[in-house]
């Protein structure tokens, strides 16, 4: 069993910044691919930033500049710095990790619970 646990979310004001982390826990021997991605009310969801196990990064066009994806390989967490924040950047924001556990050939795609942010005065 593994699981994604995020955390750092909350209100802040328009220009403030929030930096989210996500904790994977459980029985993992590997983790590929680590990302965010949100859901605002009424949207689909969409793609943050992801960063591979070696430290390559992609971000969403609309993030570039203000977002910042970073990982610890040996505590097997992902972050997300999110700064100059806009209210249109208030959504859900789910955690996204490919797990391998041991004994499995297998990447399996894992998602957290997500973490509520809110950009408002």
């Known amino acids: 069993q593994v699981q994604l646990v995020e955390s750092g979310g909350g209100l802040v004001q328009p220009g403030g910044s929030l930096r989210l982390s996500c904790a994977a826990s459980g029985s993992i021997f590997s983790i590929n691919v680590m990302g965010w991605y949100r859901q605002a009310p009424g949207k689909q969801r969409e793609l943050v930033a992801q960063i591979a196990s070696g430290g390559s990064t992609h971000y969403a066009d609309s993030m570039k500049g203000r977002f910042t994806i970073s990982r610890d390989n040996a505590k097997n967490t992902v972050y997300v710095q999110m700064n100059n924040l806009k209210p249109e950047d208030t959504a859900v924001y789910y955690c996204?990790?490919?797990?391998?556990?041991?004994?499995?050939?297998?990447?399996?795609?894992?998602w957290g619970q997500g973490t509520l942010v809110t950009v408002s005065s």
């Open positions: 996204n990790a490919d797990i391998q556990s041991p004994g499995d050939y297998r990447y399996l795609e894992v």
